[in-house]
């Protein structure tokens, strides 16, 4: 009975409106409901034969026309609710698939590349934005520029007398330029290696024999040393008792190390820059 | 088949061409936006800029 009532494959429309429709199995209501034959949708909509509810829709329309049973028709059942239409998407479809009979094999990279340049699109731009906010992160935690400005400073070596040694304030520590004589060159080249702690020839710790570029802190505890004081001609460290020759190496007292030789270049015969 | 399904069929149908392509693209995008806005704004601010006045400062 069901079988020949609901079987109407694409004229399911016409058959079930005529036949004897079946209330579903919840109901508890014991009289079947009927439709009267000659009902009509309540609102007829004239559109385009594109799919199979508007194609069984416009079959409805001959009289004595109807499929009941056949190989190739489903066996779906429907109950009471015959007047709910079949949504039509024919604005949602690309036009390309819109009609029956379109190949849509050969649109298939059309659409799919639309779809993909779309995602591609975004994403290319959403990589460009996350670029943006890492490259933030990342650039705040370099120098500033007023920080950039101060780590080098630009010394006229003129005003500096032999045998003298100037300071200078330098990334906030002190930077002692010594012009050395001839004789404390030859004696700091002299010196043999076994003789000092922190072994160290004075040709690789001056790049002009003349010219003594260390830092002003005492390796041992961070005093500033006193220029010209010392066993060795130096510089002494008052706070304990360090003694560093004109080369800067360590020679007597606490410090473990040689002064710190800061890299320097000539500009100009004249000028060292440091930093 | 049209520019569009070439498009499809040669960066986009295998999935390591289309993330190949989207970081060129990212990276061709960035190259746009920056150098391109930045024309923009030295267009926009043309003789106010340090470029259109250095001559006057340095020998």
């Known amino acids: 009975m069901i079988k020949a009532i609901s079987r109407g494959g694409q004229f399911g429309a016409f058959s079930k409106a005529t036949a004897q429709a079946i209330p579903p199995p919840s109901a508890s209501v014991l009289v079947p409901a009927t439709l ?4 009509k949708p309540l609102v007829e909509i004239d559109r385009a034969l594109l799919t199979s509810d508007s194609l069984g829709k416009a079959v409805s329309s001959i009289n004595n026309f109807g499929v009941i049973s056949g190989p190739g028709v489903t066996t779906q059942v429907r109950f009471a ?3 709910v239409k079949v949504p039509d998407f024919t604005a949602y479809r690309r036009d390309s698939t819109k009609s029956p009979t379109s190949d849509n094999d050969k649109s298939l990279g059309s659409r799919a590349a639309f ?3 779309f995602t ?3 994403l290319a731009g959403a990589i460009y934005g996350g670029k943006g906010i890492v490259h933030a992160f990342v650039t705040s935690m370099s120098a500033s520029a007023d920080v950039l400005a101060v780590s080098t400073i630009e010394v006229k070596l003129s005003a500096i007398p032999e045998g003298q040694c100037v300071t200078f304030k330098w990334r906030g520590k002190p930077l002692f330029i010594r012009h050395r004589t001839q004789e404390e060159i030859s004696r700091e080249r002299a010196v043999p290696l076994s003789d000092l702690r922190d072994p160290q020839e004075d040709e690789v710790r001056v790049q002009k024999p003349e010219w003594l570029v260390v830092l002003g802190v005492c390796t041992h505890l961070g005093c500033v040393p006193i220029a010209n004081a010392g066993d060795f001609g130096g510089y002494y460290c008052p706070c304990h ?4 020759d004109a080369s800067g190496r360590i020679r007597k007292g606490p410090a473990p190390l040689n002064l710190e030789v800061p890299k320097y270049a000539f500009t100009d015969p004249d000028t060292v820059l440091v930093g | 088949m049209g520019l569009a399904g070439t498009i499809y069929q040669t960066l986009f149908r295998r999935s390591s061409t289309a993330a190949i392509t989207i970081v060129i693209g990212a990276y061709a995008t960035e190259r746009i936006i ?3 806005s930045t024309l923009l704004w030295k267009n926009y601010n043309k003789g106010k800029l340090w470029d259109d006045i250095k001559h006057k400062y340095e020998k």
């Open chain 1, 241 to 244: 008792g360090s003694h560093y």
């Open chain 1, 36 to 39: 009267p034959p000659s009902s």
């Open chain 1, 115 to 117: 779809s993909y340049l």
């Open chain 1, 120 to 122: 591609a699109g975004s």
């Open chain 1, 81 to 83: 609710h015959t007047d």
């Open chain 2, 34 to 36: 920056d150098e391109g």
